[in-house]
C-alpha cells in the first residue's frame, strides 16, 4: 500500500476517533500522570482487557506514584493489581522494575529505547507506548490491534508484530507513526473487531483489501 492510501486511512480514522465509546479511551485517561504510573499502567495492560487494567490502574495510583511506593507496598502489590492478566507475574516484575529504577536510573523512567527493553516485564510494543506518551518521542507501538488491521487492510503482509513495525516505519511519514495505535486499537474495538467486523459500518471500507476476511 501506497503512503497516500495509509494516510488516508488514518486522517478519516482520527476524524472518527471522538465518536468511538471504547475502552481504550478510559484506559489512556487513567493511565497516570507522571512517567513512572505511565510505564506501570502499559505493563500491567498486556494481555489484559483495556477496561480492566483502566479501573485497576485508577485505584492502584492513589497509592502508588513512584518505584519507592512499589517497594514500599511490595508485599500488597499482586492483591492490589488483581485482576489484570498474569498478576502474580507482573507484581513480581513491577518490584524487579522498581528496584532498577531506583539503583540505575535515579528513580526515573529511561527516555531511550534499549533501557527500556532492559526493564522486567517491558518488551517492544511497551516500550515504544512509553517513548510516545511520556517523551512525545515518534515511535510506533504495534499490538494484536495493530498487527491484524494492519495485514487485514492490506497496509502490511506480515506474520509477526515486529515485522509489521519494520513495514509500518518504511511506508509512515513523520506526524503519523505516534499515531497509528491509538487510531486502530479504538477502531479495532469499535468497528474491525477480529471476527464478524462491522464492515457495513467502516468509515474505510473502500480503501479496505478485507485480507482474511
Not at 472518527?16 to 505493563?43: A, C, D, H, R, T
Not at 513512584?66 to 492483591?79: A, L, N, Q, T, W
Not at 516505519?169 to 471476527?195: D, E, H, M, T, W
Request: with cysteine; proline share 5%; glycine share 4%.
Amino acid at each position: 500500500m501506497s503512503e497516500n492510501r495509509i494516510v488516508e486511512i488514518l486522517d478519516i480514522l482520527e476524524n472518527k476517533y471522538e465518536n468511538w465509546n471504547v475502552p481504550v479511551k478510559k484506559f489512556i485517561k487513567n493511565s497516570g500522570q507522571s512517567p513512572f504510573q505511565m510505564l506501570v499502567s502499559i505493563v500491567l495492560s498486556s494481555r489484559t482487557k483495556d477496561e480492566i487494567t483502566s479501573s485497576v490502574c485508577e485505584r492502584l495510583f492513589e497509592k502508588i506514584h513512584s518505584p519507592e511506593d512499589v517497594i514500599y507496598y511490595k508485599d500488597e502489590i499482586e492483591s492490589m493489581i488483581y485482576p489484570v492478566g498474569f498478576y502474580r507475574n507482573k507484581a513480581k516484575k513491577l518490584v524487579e522494575m522498581a528496584t532498577i529504577l531506583i539503583e540505575r536510573y535515579n528513580s526515573c523512567v529511561p527516555n531511550k529505547l534499549e533501557d527500556l527493553l532492559k526493564l522486567p516485564g517491558v518488551g517492544r510494543k511497551t516500550a515504544n507506548l512509553v517513548l510516545q506518551r511520556v517523551f512525545g518521542v515518534e515511535s510506533i507501538a504495534v499490538d494484536t490491534h495493530v498487527h491484524r488491521i494492519s495485514n487485514r487492510l492490506g497496509v502490511v503482509r506480515t506474520k509477526t508484530p515486529f515485522e509489521t513495525e519494520k513495514q509500518l516505519l518504511a511506508i509512515l511519514p513523520a506526524g503519523y507513526r505516534s499515531r497509528i495505535n491509538k487510531l486502530f486499537v479504538a477502531f479495532g474495538q469499535a468497528i474491525c473487531k477480529p471476527v464478524s467486523p462491522q464492515c457495513r459500518k467502516c468509515p474505510v471500507e473502500k480503501l479496505c483489501q478485507k485480507v482474511g476476511v
